[in-house]
Every structure is written in structure tokens, then in C-alpha cells.
T-cell receptor, first 114, second 114 residues
């Protein structure tokens, strides 16, 4: 069964500090991996998308990395801001017969304190 | 924000009653999805559609049905609501499957079955 595990479950940091969130997956055949940000009471919003051949992708202060050999990804947030407080969700897609079958992690809840 | 609207945003219903949630998009995207989000679980796919009148089941489809008679509308029906279907429901849209293009999520519908 496809699985996506995220760590830590929750994280508290001070404004201005950096942090790294982890995602391990057992999804096969692998298609792509995405990181989403979900603010409280809202739907998720895509931050980055990476395919098998990509090992890093940035979106402003967010940088995602992918190691397809070890099936691990990380999301690094630089110089955190209060608005970064949210849940960050790792999503891995496979392509079983061409259909869209995503597997979502449970998310990491990030709280940024002033 | 992508043109995707869910209605209603909040609903309380009684056990055993049918409930229909609506997802409306103005982006003309081919693919539409219904997810549920519960504490301790990642987002789970209920059903998805890859065109008008073309739908398929996700991992948690029991007790749910869907219909798509127009490109812009995707309806989720709980045939006989149960307390286990109390959840936050999200609709999403995308231009292509497999995560190769960004999926846009609606604001969510909070459903309580009493």
C-alpha cells in the first residue's frame, strides 16, 4: 500500500529562523511529489511540484528537495514569517494505469512565533 | 485564486438523510476531485472525474456517489448520511491527471451529521 510519512508532526519556531520538514514515501510507480501549504480553514495551495528527474525546486523562501533513490523529500523554509504558520502537506502521485491516484501525508503543523 | 466554489460552506444534517455538496469551477479544467479531510488522516480521495459523465472511485468511495453533467459542476452525494461522514470536504480541479499540473482546491465544506 502506498504511504507518505511526514515529520515532525508539529513544529514551533521563532520568526526569522529557518526550518526543514521531512517527507518519506513508499509510492510506486512514482510520478511526482508536491508540497502544499494549508492555512487554517482554507484549502491547500501548491508550493512546489517535482518529478523523478528533479532534485530541487524553489518558490521564494520555500525550497523542496527530492531524493528518488531513498524516497525522501524535504521542504526548507528560510527566514520564517508569521504568515508561514500553517500545515504543510506532502503529496506523492503514482500512475497506475494512467489514472490520478495521489497519496497525501498527514501534514506538519508549523507555528511561527514572534 | 482559481475559480472554484464549493457550496454550502457549512451544513448540519441528520443521520439517514441524503446530502449533496456542489463544486463549481470557472477554469474549464477537465479533472475534478472530491476529498475528505479528518484529524489524524491526510486528505483522502473519494471520487474523481476525468470528463463530463466520466467518473471513477477513490480510496474511500463507500456511501458516496458523484455526478458530472457539465464541465463546470461536480456533485457529491451522501446517499444516507452517517456520523462517520462528519468531515471537511474539499473539491479540487486540475488540467491534467497525475499531478503534472497544479491542483487547485476549493475552500472546503464542513459537514456535521448528528
Amino acid at each position: 500500500k502506498n504511504q507518505v510519512e511526514q515529520s515532525p508532526q508539529s513544529l514551533i519556531i521563532l520568526e526569522g529562523k529557518n526550518c526543514t520538514l521531512q517527507c518519506n514515501y513508499t509510492v510506486s510507480p512514482f510520478s511526482n511529489l508536491r508540497w502544499y501549504k494549508q492555512d487554517t480553514g482554507r484549502g491547500p495551495v501548491s508550493l512546489t511540484i517535482m518529478t523523478f528527474s528533479e532534485n530541487t525546486k524553489s518558490n521564494g523562501r520555500y525550497t523542496a528537495t527530492l531524493d528518488a533513490d531513498t524516497k525522501q523529500s524535504s521542504l526548507h523554509i528560510t527566514a520564517s514569517q508569521l504568515s508561514d504558520s500553517a500545515s504543510y502537506i506532502c503529496v506523492v502521485s503514482d500512475e497506475a494505469g494512467g489514472s490520478y491516484i495521489p497519496t497525501f501525508g498527514r501534514g506538519t503543523s508549523l507555528i511561527v512565533h514572534p | 485564486d482559481a475559480g472554484i466554489t464549493q457550496s454550502p460552506r457549512h451544513k448540519v444534517t441528520e443521520t439517514g438523510t441524503p446530502v449533496t455538496l456542489r463544486c463549481h469551477q470557472t477554469e474549464n479544467h477537465r479533472y475534478m476531485y472530491w476529498y475528505r479531510q479528518d484529524p489524524g488522516h491526510g486528505l483522502r480521495l473519494i471520487h474523481y472525474s476525468y470528463g463530463v459523465k466520466d467518473t471513477d472511485k477513490g480510496e474511500v468511495s463507500d456511501g458516496y456517489s458523484v455526478s458530472r453533467s457539465k464541465t463546470e459542476d461536480f456533485l457529491l452525494t451522501l446517499e444516507s448520511a452517517t456520523s462517520s461522514q462528519t468531515s471537511v470536504y474539499f473539491c479540487a480541479i486540475s488540467e491534467s491527471p497525475g499531478g503534472h499540473t497544479e491542483a487547485f482546491f476549493g475552500q472546503g465544506t464542513r459537514l456535521t451529521v448528528v
